[in-house]
């Protein structure tokens, strides 16, 4: 019985990378479609969320059958629990990356982003993928320095979110409201998104390092 | 142990409850502090912030512990999981008043919103206000008609936030970009506030509805 939780587990843990990746390709195709006024790659986006919110969905039904069938406890079960929230975080990043997409689609054939603004969202864009690669890797491979050394990429999203603030509210700042209102917006969703990143990573901190069960077996893949 | 587990599973259906009074207070103390210029007020929206946090980490903690000792299946496995879910949703609700409040605060003694955006944001207060009470009432009566009746509030969310943007675009805009980012941010997080009281009333709805284990009893609280 504990192979097959092990195997089902492991399972799991390989469909949160694989949210990760999908939530990554979203976010980085999403920050091109905006730079680039490319609708084609905005409706990609767009459409693909989906395949995210249908892993989140499934993710969910298999954690209840695991824990129906494998009453896991301890550390275990805290394992299946935080995973079904970490799907919520990378199911919400998808939404985030959609929502990039969709004012590109929605502005398009004009750009967004003004071009004195351009280096701004392209970092935010770079960040946001680094991020969530990182999560990745801290959820396939438990690794505590790595998540908390997230958290300097979000401080560095959240110096971004400030310049983009301060931009809009510099006296050099000459474009229409409509600008500064979907400026405001993206930069909110890219922020948010690194939000959710950090908070998966330390989803995993709290099961490695603040479990009471530590004898169970710290890994999330047992 | 069937009583001691639908005791406890009250218990929980109890603090969700509870978490949507804070979420509703936090958000009416939050617009009456914005509309106001009410610092003081902001301050204790922000500082109370703490107490939807610990009873959302308390309730985690208790399904944790009910989940492990009492092993549930079927109907009662989702309730607990859906908790859980829930109460991560009322907690980011409670996070989006404190947004507003510490707008508010920032501002102050200037106020936020101009004479003739007041409205605007009053009925966005009102409406948060009475789509978490319905969330509330939802999570104790479990009344499915209710729940369904709750997108029409969303509806009238989602017209409000576009209200906001349509001024903000309009000829007679005539104020500061600041303000303009401002009244953005203000929106969407009442907008954001709205869906998740409706996610939580489509959580109840899944699990009297949808669930495929109708016999082993309907309701939230057993």
């Known amino acids: 019985m504990r192979n097959v939780f092990h195997d089902?587990?492991?399972?799991?843990?390989?469909?949160?990378v694989e949210m990760t990746h999908l939530a990554e390709s979203a976010m980085g195709r999403a920050t091109?479609?905006?730079?680039?006024?490319?609708?084609?790659?905005?409706?990609?986006?767009?459409?693909?969320?989906e395949a995210i919110d249908r892993l989140q969905r499934d993710l969910e039904e298999r954690s209840l059958q695991l824990l129906a069938r494998q009453q896991p406890v301890a550390t275990d079960l805290r394992v299946v629990v935080t995973a079904l929230r970490m799907s919520n975080s990378l199911e919400r990043m998808g939404d985030l990356a959609r929502h990039v997409a969709k004012l590109a689609r929605l502005r398009h054939p004009a750009g967004v982003v003004p071009d004195e603004s351009r280096a701004l969202f392209l970092q935010m864009g770079q960040v946001a993928e680094r991020i969530v690669a990182k999560a990745g890797s801290?959820?396939?491979?438990?690794?505590?320095?790595l998540a908390a050394a997230m958290e300097l990429d979000d401080d560095e999203?959240?110096?971004?979110?400030?310049?983009?603030?301060?931009?809009?509210?510099?006296?050099?700042?000459?474009?229409?409201?409509?600008?500064?209102?979907?400026?405001t917006l993206l930069s909110r969703y890219y922020e948010r998104y690194a939000d959710h990143a950090v908070s998966v990573a330390k989803s995993v901190m709290f099961l490695v390092t603040g479990s009471h069960d530590a004898e169970d077996g710290l890994s999330l893949t047992g």
């Open 8 to 16: 089902e587990l492991n399972a799991l843990v390989e469909t949160l």
């Open 32 to 49: 091109t479609a905006l730079l680039d006024a490319d609708r084609e790659l905005a409706e990609t986006v767009i459409s693909n969320d």
């Open 138 to 145: 801290v959820i396939a491979s438990r690794d505590v320095e």
């Open 157 to 183: 999203m959240d110096n971004l979110h400030r310049q983009v603030f301060e931009m809009l509210l510099s006296r050099k700042w000459q474009h229409p409201t409509e600008v500064a209102v979907d400026l």
